[in-house]
């Protein structure tokens, strides 16, 4: 629907107009979880192999949550950049009706309604999840997460454990 995309394009375009988040840092930013979430938050973790299964239960889902942790190692598609993006603005599209709590996004001297966050995840196996913890797997884990990034996520959860060069290069883009 075409008010939706409209929607969709403001948010992406505020979200790109912010300053862009310092990793680590304690400073208050329009564009910071801390500041724009809250101290205190809680995230639903999605564990659905098909993003659409979400919809049924998505408006009890979004009661007294502050984000939705989108795994991607759990859904079938996880291997499709076209699809994991596309999963994540269907579940945009399904929550924002629901939602209770969300950050204001400044745009255009005023404020957009912006839609739950999405906390982006991949997990390997060691992290109990489904995504093999060899090199390639672990290659094809920070492209993944590149996706996230590109597809416009607020939130990217990305262990420290990792090789600091490509967790570096990841948070640089």
Known sequence: D???I???LSRLIARARLSPAVPGSMMPTTNTAHLTMGDHTFFLSLSFPEISQVEPYVEEMCVDVDAMEYRTDLLA????RFDLIYGM???RRYSRPHV????ALPF??????????IVYTVRTQNQAGTYPDDEEGIAKMFDML???LRGGVEVLDVESAWDPKKTDALLSL
Do not use: A, I, N, Y
């Not at 598609?77 to 499709?80: A, E, F, N, T, V």
């Not at 209770?100 to 950050?103: E, G, T």
């Open 2 to 4: 075409w008010e939706h």
């Open 89 to 91: 603005q269907l579940l």
């Open 77 to 80: 598609c996880r291997d499709s």
């Open 100 to 103: 209770v709590r969300v950050p």
């Open 108 to 117: 255009s001297g005023r404020v957009l309604e912006d839609v739950m966050p």
């Open 6 to 8: 409209q929607w969709e």
């Open 146 to 148: 590149q996706w996230g």
